[in-house]
């Protein structure tokens, strides 16, 4: 459910990245009888996932929140970030430069902040909500009746 299903048993865990090791945590986690008065903190679950993978992820971490259960995730994915409650942005750099409250509010508040740069980047990508494509199915091969060719004989 959390998306490891690529790992093996008996992998050794330290050829796991932070992320992967989180998200075995969580299914452990999974497992056990839900109070629903959990915080659940992650720093970047998303780490080395493919995006189906991500969304999977996703689909656990807001059933834990269905249940009553509190997520809090650091994390720079764009496909995170905007299914969020509330982002608490901080910044606006990294290191010395950063650790300052930006800015605090639902995807579409932090996007309307200019000086975040989490904002900057969501805003654009909220605008443009992907749209699920279906494919319509296969239908049954018809035949087509194809006319012949008459081939001229040299003589």
Do not use: M
């Not at 093996?8 to 986690?29: C, D, I, N, P, Y």
């Not at 998303?46 to 971490?61: A, Q, S």
């Not at 650091?74 to 290191?95: C, F, M, Q, R, S």
Request: charged share 30%; glycine share 10%.
């Amino acid at each position: 459910r959390v998306g490891l299903d690529y790992i093996h048993l008996g992998q050794q865990a330290t050829t796991l990245s932070g992320g992967e090791a989180q998200r075995v945590k969580l299914a452990k986690e999974l497992s056990r009888r839900a109070t629903g008065k959990t915080l659940y903190i992650l720093d970047e679950p998303t780490t080395g996932l493919h995006f189906e993978d991500v969304r999977k992820l996703l689909e656990v971490l807001h059933a834990l929140v269905d249940h009553g259960n509190t997520v809090c995730v650091i994390e720079h994915n764009l496909e995170v970030i905007k299914t969020a409650d509330w982002i608490i942005d901080l910044g606006p750099e990294g290191g010395d430069k950063g650790g300052h409250l930006v800015a605090t509010g639902t995807p579409e508040d932090v996007a309307e902040v200019k000086g975040s740069y989490t904002g900057q980047y969501l805003k654009p990508y909220l605008k443009n909500k992907r749209k699920v494509v279906k494919v319509p199915a296969k239908k049954a091969a018809t035949k087509t009746k194809t006319k012949k060719t008459p081939v001229r004989k040299s003589a």
